[in-house]
């Protein structure tokens, strides 16, 4: 058994935050014996769902600002008091406060860092990351969420002592398409879409890096060639009123609906016909492959890990990021609702063979039992065989 100490920034439902939380919930299913500590209290939360597993070894450090010396405390206290065996920090940001905790209380034990970011947005956050890179040198081991995220953060000087490779997984039982047809037009009804329209789901917030405008654009460029097709978004954020200007500016603004956030997102990815991202940046979309668990063909733009999650043709498309014209060609292309049904098909087909969550579970544990010498000494490399990522 494992005792695991994690460091995430909140436990908002941000990609990373919500990574952590369920790699924490499954670990200690497995019987080991996780801790739970967040940096910043943020709403909505999912410090319900955490503390239903770990119960009271669950610690929010209230930090009121960036880098707060009395949440740093908060956290050296408690690491010097349960005595992790490992800490898992979500983030650079997380792994600064988790890294000199553990100097300040003088606890050495292998030091992890998920790693869900690839490209660096603005002069912030480039000094950010070089204020950061040496907490991820010193780290004993980076998990990236795709090949070509490592490769990326690798030749930019953003790695660990030891790196490696695990992708998201996806629940496939809770995200099955168990939805009936009937569910499906009436969740249809209830947003304002017919089951003629041709409805194209996004999960993501609403973000300048997840470019929701563009896929504003794609659906009036859809419509003006006869496609009748609506965008279904879910989530909320600081650009709602940018995407919902554009939308009026488009003359598409009753067929483009925000729904804002919702914690529970089945339902309404069960009632769209294919899923897209617009994304300037992403690293391996958990949002994708859960669209692609549940059946939908997914449109990505080709940034991050998507060409190792999307097999063109099989279980979606790809486009050049920034590319409107080649993404309304990829639309257009799963307006025949047949072609998109079984495209969908293959999706989810490809998620359980590869991107299960009990798969990646199973990596991470192996991973943290080979770094605290919990299995025998044959070491990381050959508890962790290369993963395929071939659908075939």
């Not at 956050?125 to 040496?134: A, D, N």
């Not at 953060?153 to 009936?180: L, P, Y």
Request: glycine content about 6%.
């Amino acid at each position: 058994m494992l005792r695991v100490l994690f460091v995430t920034p909140s436990l908002a439902y941000g990609g990373a935050e919500r990574h952590a939380v369920t790699l924490m919930c499954r670990l200690a299913e497995l019987g080991h014996e996780c801790h739970a500590a967040y940096v910043k209290d943020l709403e909505p939360s999912q410090s319900a769902e955490v503390r239903a597993h770990l119960a009271d070894r669950v610690l929010c450090l209230d930090a009121s600002r960036y880098f707060d010396r009395r949440a740093l405390a908060v956290l050296a206290a408690r690491v010097a008091q349960i005595r992790p065996d490992a800490v898992v920090a979500a983030n650079p940001y997380a792994l600064m406060y988790a890294s000199l905790a553990m100097r300040r209380a003088r606890t050495r034990a292998p030091l992890v860092v998920t790693y869900h970011s690839t490209r660096i947005l603005g002069a912030k956050e480039r000094l950010k990351m070089l204020f950061y890179r040496p907490f991820l040198w010193s780290a004993d081991c980076a998990i990236f969420v795709s090949e070509k995220q490592k490769q990326h953060s690798v030749r930019r000087a953003v790695f660990a002592r030891h790196n490696e490779v695990i992708h998201n997984g996806v629940d496939t039982t809770r995200f099955s398409n168990h939805f009936s047809a009937v569910q499906r037009a009436a969740m249809r009804r209830a947003l304002g879409f017919s089951e003629q329209d041709y409805l194209i789901v996004i999960v993501a917030l609403l973000r300048p890096e997840k470019n929701h405008v563009q896929l504003v654009d794609a659906v009036a460029a859809l419509r003006k060639n006869g496609i009748a097709a609506c965008a279904l978004m879910i989530g909320d954020g600081e650009t709602r009123a940018a995407v919902e200007a554009r939308a009026r500016a488009r003359g598409v603004e009753r067929a483009v609906v925000i729904t804002g956030f919702r914690r529970e997102v089945r339902p309404y990815l069960a009632a769209g016909d294919v899923f897209a991202l617009c994304s300037v940046t992403e690293a391996f979309s958990l949002a994708a492959i859960e669209a692609m668990a549940l059946g939908k063909p997914v449109v990505h733009p080709n940034v991050g890990g998507a060409a190792e999650m999307i097999f063109p043709g099989r279980n979606g498309f790809l486009f050049p990021v920034g590319d409107t014209q080649a993404l309304v060609h990829k639309l257009a292309l799963l307006a025949d609702r047949k072609a998109a049904e079984a495209m969908g098909q293959r999706a989810r087909e490809i998620v359980q063979v590869l991107f299960s969550e009990q798969m990646m579970v199973d990596r991470y544990e192996q991973t943290l039992l080979g770094l605290c010498r919990k299995q025998p000494a044959a070491g990381i490399a050959a508890v962790l065989p290369p993963r395929p990522i071939s659908p075939h």
